[in-house]
């Protein structure tokens, strides 16, 4: 810390208690009560330099024998009115960055101009702090630090004022533009003192390092109102909005213990925070301080990571902080809630009531504010095509990435007894239906609610269940909830029912390429009489297509026994439900969707003889069963399957 001298005489006070004696070998005749101290000094030193000391002394020396004057106002208390006096009897001391606020309020105090003596304490502390202090910047940073005990007088004289702009000019401009040394901290040029050295010669300036987040740690130091101040001194100097927003996330991890305890091992600042140096601020100090905070963020999507957020309305809810500033940074959530994770929405339930494990209110809040926000820019609306163009297909990936989010928070959630139904469903509910290209994770939540709840009737189970699209469940999932007992009957069916509408385009498609693969061997045969040349690429194109070939005729024959299976699942379904109208329904349902598929390909199926006698076998049971079907029967699956 850079510092200058002043006088010249030997320190001649010493300290007994909690006084203080000047020992010049003459009798003292003044005493100077300042704040817990007293000092025993002499009236000439002191009124030879200071306006208000000459009247308190002419005042009290007329009216006591005994000269006592007390300064329980002076800036800085004892401790700076000790330095006043040794400046008065001009005995060494120095001048610093630590002390020349206290200093030169104190003088402003005392009215120690240059009426009483030139080269008087105002004048001194001031050179000092224009010429040295405000040209550095861990001088000014320290300065201003020391403002908070003399605040109003500080800002009386502007030098809180003149620190900041100072400090926000210095953190708004690349250090290399100011000259300065940017070295790694701990450099082989750092002076024992923490300066830099250039040219053998100590700067008063830190290390820095070249990134725009050089003084986040430096500014963790100054008080709220303060940082407040010079956040918003260099907001109006155009200083980027994710710069101020990574100044404000690195302030409140410092001060806000709540933040710290989910971070992963790495992530934790280069420094051990303040709230661990020091007493811990108290839950109210916290209060404002998060409040604050979330006052100075910009309502801007990206500035700060989402984990962040999450921290911060975790501890708030903690702290019963004002429900606007919850409601804040819900929306702030919700704008990027694309780039959450699930153990971010996992936020444990805090309120008295304690109605659930974890705060399913709260994740629905944000959801309905990441729609609203996503209707209003229209960046995940469904296309829409006109004459074959696509107009306005903008990127679906976040409403997905979102969806896919809240269905495994469902999952999360849904082993929770106190979890109600309307809860659970209005959650799922909300997202939309184009958002999930596969409903298996929808799927998986309803399966462990219904496991977790055993007790829902009927109607309920019906209910939750029509959440999703059978249409839209893989053929994993499809297998999965066909045996699931826990599934109301009517949903079951329908499962199956478009499971085998699944199997029938299946077996369609590899009928297409069959075909095509006939048509593509007879091109190849004119191709290769009629080009010798070509014969190496032709028979290059014969093992793929045999290959091709191979596998869709295994795929073939996987699709029959597995239409098989479901067949004899909708068999053993009616019966173990009871109900015999149930397995007329399923063979009914099991026979035309097989007539079907056979008939549609009757015509492919008699060029592929030797290669699908399974299909001609459902063609003979589709000729059987015809004789025995009748409208009614038609008509009763039909109603079964759409309901």
């Known amino acids: 810390m850079t510092c200058v001298k002043l006088g010249s005489k030997a320190d001649a006070f010493q300290r007994q208690g909690q006084a203080w004696f000047c020992t010049t070998g003459l009798p003292s005749d003044i005493v100077v009560e300042a704040g817990e101290m007293s000092f025993h000094l002499h009236k000439f030193p002191l009124l030879s330099r200071s306006g208000v000391l000459e009247k308190m002394i002419a005042e009290a020396s007329e009216s006591e024998e005994e000269c006592v004057i007390s300064l329980s106002d002076i800036p800085g208390g004892a401790k700076t009115f000790e330095l006043v006096a040794k400046f008065c009897y001009g005995v060494k001391l120095e001048l610093t960055a630590s002390n020349v606020v206290y200093l030169w309020c104190a003088a402003e105090r005392l009215e120690m101009n240059e009426e009483y003596g030139e080269g008087n304490l105002i004048s001194q502390a001031e050179t000092f702090f224009n010429q040295v202090v405000l040209h550095s910047w861990k001088d000014s940073l320290r300065a201003l630090q020391t403002c908070d005990d003399v605040l109003a007088h500080a800002e009386e004289l502007h030098i809180v004022k003149r620190c900041i702009e100072s400090l926000a000019a210095k953190a708004s401009t690349d250090p290399n533009l100011f000259g300065w040394p940017v070295l790694e901290r701990g450099g082989p040029l750092q002076s024992p003192g923490g300066s830099v050295l250039w040219n053998g010669i100590s700067t008063g300036a830190r290390p820095k390092h070249s990134s725009s987040d050089w003084w986040y740690e430096d500014v963790t130091n100054l008080s709220l109102p303060l940082y407040k101040t010079l956040i918003a001194v260099m907001e109006s100097r155009g200083i980027r909005q994710e710069i101020i927003a990574g100044s404000l996330a690195f302030y409140a991890k410092t001060y806000l213990p709540g933040l710290n305890r989910r971070q992963v091992s790495g992530e934790s600042s280069s420094r051990p ?322 007539s079907q598929m056979c008939s549609a390909q009757e015509g492919s199926v008699s060029n592929q003889n030797n290669a699908n006698n399974n299909v001609e076998k459902l063609k003979e049971r589709h000729v059987k069963h015809k004789k025995g079907s009748s409208i009614s029967d038609k008509a009763s699956v039909s109603s079964i399957v759409h309901s």
């Open 273 to 594: 925070s303040q709230v661990a140096m020091g007493s811990p601020l108290s839950e109210y100090d916290q209060k404002i301080l998060l409040e604050e905070v979330d006052g100075l963020l910009p309502m801007q999507k990206g500035l700060v990571q989402t984990k962040f957020l999450f921290g911060l309305l975790r501890t708030a809810m903690i702290l019963r902080v004002s429900p606007s500033c919850i409601s804040n940074l819900e929306k702030r959530i919700g704008m990027q809630l694309d780039q959450a994770t699930l153990e971010g929405l996992l936020m444990p339930n805090f309120s008295y009531s304690m109605e659930t494990l974890y705060n399913v209110d709260c994740v629905q809040r944000i959801l309905d504010h990441f729609l609203a926000m996503d209707q209003v820019t229209g960046c995940a609306s469904p296309c829409s095509i006109d004459d074959g163009q696509l107009i306005g297909s903008p990127s679906l990936t976040p409403i997905t990435m979102v969806a896919k989010l809240i269905d495994g928070y469902l999952a999360e959630v849904a082993p929770d007894i106190n979890l109600k139904l309307p809860k659970f469903q209005a959650l799922a509910a909300a997202v939309p239906e184009y958002a999930r290209p596969l409903d298996d994770g929808l799927y998986r939540a309803i399966d462990i609610y219904l496991k977790s709840h055993p007790w829902l009737v009927e109607s309920e189970r019906e209910q939750l269940c029509r959440l999703m699209d059978c249409q839209k469940l893989s053929l994993e999932a499809c297998t999965h909830a066909a045996q699931n007992e826990r599934l109301p009957i009517r949903i079951i069916v329908q499962v199956l029912f478009f499971e085998q509408l699944q199997l029938r385009t299946s077996i369609a498609g590899c009928f297409l390429v069959s075909d095509n693969l006939d048509g593509s061997r007879q091109l190849r045969s004119g191709f290769v009489g009629s080009t010798e040349g070509g014969w190496a690429s032709a028979v290059k194109e014969n093992q793929v297509l045999k290959v091709g070939m191979d596998n869709m005729r295994m795929r073939v024959s996987e699709l029959e026994k597995e239409c098989s299976n479901m067949r004899q699942e909708i068999e053993k379904l009616g019966r173990t439900k009871g109900s015999s109208a149930w397995g007329t329904v399923s063979k009914k349902l099991g026979f035309k969707l097989k």
